[in-house]
């Protein structure tokens, strides 16, 4: 059987969470024998190293793909405006995605010769570029919701009124043109489950798919006694609306914070991108350290160590959660992130918090050995198995398919 899986650029176990999904997804149905075929989206001006990385790992693991280029062109004010009337009224993707009446034509071309028996298309951009070529064994795996990260972006810094109504009118916007564009197709779902229960009030077809990724090199064994835990992580793009709603609330902790916290744990920031002149004084702080790239960031990972995921806002789901568990790495993570991971729980497999006293209590019962992470590491291996491991994840998408 013959399976295309349409995704953004690049694909691959150690880029971006999209990018681990989607390598989950060739495996799995690699391993099932499908005859896969990649048909890859890249902006024309990609990193060059990034680029050149990527095709080298496509080649060595003898992946079929094809790469369609398209260019992010500058609009003026006068062509926003106009794309944006036009998916107000044609519930088309014009305003959130230039290109895609091009791409169209181009993967309608890559479908017609290539005779998909089912094709899988993985995120808003690969949706908007095949939602008119309707084929009825199409998936539409999304992430998140197109005006979740702009919307999450602008209230970072900027909190008013018209910030708030231009999110309105881009929520509105974006949700219609989802709808309209979803509703072609039989098989739809998302990766976070708090936008599967969002979209199934609209389309009743809607299912929460499980992000397939790739088992751990190595597993992080905790000992019993645990107060030798000094290491906090923090991972992700210091220029990404998440890392930074998530250093937002660690300064916002760290300002709060006993100094026997700060004395005694050292927070580690791994990610590429220049931090925001609002953050820069983060790097005051002794016990902040930015590290900067690590493409190797498992290698981090120890039985002293603790990744810190702080974000307070719900846009789609942390992937670098996901991976950590499988690692064993025991994970502190903001409530927001059990909207998207349900299957997160309090002290069974990460250790949760809403407030900075919340947060601050989990320092303090971490340093006093009030947590058995051990046990929580076990737990957060043994979940990662049964749900998001690509074999698994792979499996429960086909059982909801019609």
Known sequence: MK??????????????GGAMTVWGLYKAYKEKGFDTYLILLCEENVNKELFENCQNFLKLNAVKYEIIFFNIKKKNFYRKFKNLIISLIFKTPEYFFYEQSKL??????IFNNKNFDKIICYH???????????HTNTICFMGDLMHEPRNASRKNFKKNLFVDLFNKVETFISMRVTINMLSKFKNIGFCANHYKSLIKKKLSNT????????????????????????????????TGTVTISSLIYLKKFLDFTKNEIKQNF???IFGDGQIRDELKNLKDYECVKFKGVNHNISNEFNNSSILLVSNAITVGIRVRIITAMSHGLVVMTHSSNLNGIPELQHNKNVLVFNTEEELENLFLGIKESRFDLKKISEEAVST??????????????????I
């Open 124 to 134: 808003f951009d690969a949706l908007s570029s095949c939602y008119l070529n309707n």
């Open 266 to 268: 050292k927070f580690h």
């Open 207 to 238: 299912n929460y798919f499980r992000v397939s990724l790739t088992k751990a090199d190595k597993i992080v064994k905790y000992k019993s006694e645990n107060n030798n835990i000094n290491t906090i992580l923090l991972i992700g793009d210091l």
């Open 104 to 109: 169209n034509r181009k993967t309608k071309d």
């Open 3 to 16: 399976l295309g899986i349409i995704s953004n650029f690049p694909v691959g176990p150690r880029y971006n």
């Open 384 to 401: 990662f198995n049964k749900f998001f491991y690509y074999k698994e994840a792979v499996e429960d998408l086909e059982n909801k398919l």
